[in-house]
């Protein structure tokens, strides 16, 4: 079945270090894919997205790469902060409307 | 501007009661979808509505039913409550069917 799952549940890096957080995904079908930010107490924060056509997209210190020959994707936050601690959710959808997520990777930044 | 709002935050119910849960989607949003996380875990699908009509449904049970309103607000109610329904409730709304989603701060059922 469908599965989208995080290669590490946890990540510590030091305050200013870039980080790097790792994805599978099962389903070659899905095409379209978004990173979500969950800190404690609080619903999922949409960071990016990006659609299978693309293998790389960037915003404001994080980028994505998707690498659909080996069904990876990954975010990568630079000169990581003390607020970029919380559990990162890479979720995967085929038609739009049914986001699957992992499990999260828990990233704690060391000061 | 107001993001996804879901009402109450938190719920404190008994085996066997029903709950019902609220949200309001970002104005101009049509679509709101439900998630339960239970600890430790990522969100599960279980509701989207898109112009009050259901899209799509996860692998819940027929206890679990939503709605949604003319104004796109929705509810999701639960009945005759488990205590593994015990998670956090997420509400994710989204321009249209097909569009990136952004989540409410989620209810906090537990059931004792």
């Known amino acids: 079945g469908e599965s989208v799952g995080l290669h590490l549940p946890t990540l510590s890096v030091q305050e200013g270090d870039n980080s790097i957080i790792n994805c599978a995904y099962s389903n070659s079908a899905s095409d379209y894919f978004i990173w979500y930010k969950q800190e404690s107490g609080k619903g999922p924060q949409f960071i990016i997205d990006i659609r299978s056509n693309m293998d790389k997209r960037q915003g404001q210190r994080v980028t994505v790469l998707l690498n659909k020959t080996v069904k990876h994707l990954s975010l990568q936050i630079a000169a990581t902060q003390p607020g970029d601690s919380a559990v990162y959710f890479c979720a995967e959808t085929k038609n739009d409307y049914k986001l699957s997520f992992g499990a999260g990777t828990t990233v704690t930044v060391r000061a | 501007d107001a993001g996804v709002t879901q009402s109450p935050t938190h719920l404190i119910k008994t085996r066997g009661q029903q709950v019902t849960l609220r949200c309001s989607p970002i104005s101009g949003h049509k679509s709101v979808s439900w998630y339960q996380q239970v600890l430790g875990q990522g969100p599960q699908f279980i509701f989207q509505y898109y112009e009050k009509e259901e899209r799509g449904r996860g692998n819940f049970p027929d206890r679990f039913s939503a709605r949604q309103f003319p104004n796109y607000s929705s509810e999701l109610n639960v009945n005759a409550l488990l205590l593994g329904d015990s998670a956090l409730y997420l509400c994710?709304?989204?321009?249209?069917?097909?569009?990136?989603?952004?989540f409410g701060q989620g209810t906090r059922l537990t059931v004792v």
């Open positions: 994710a709304s989204s321009l249209g069917s097909e569009s990136k989603a952004f």
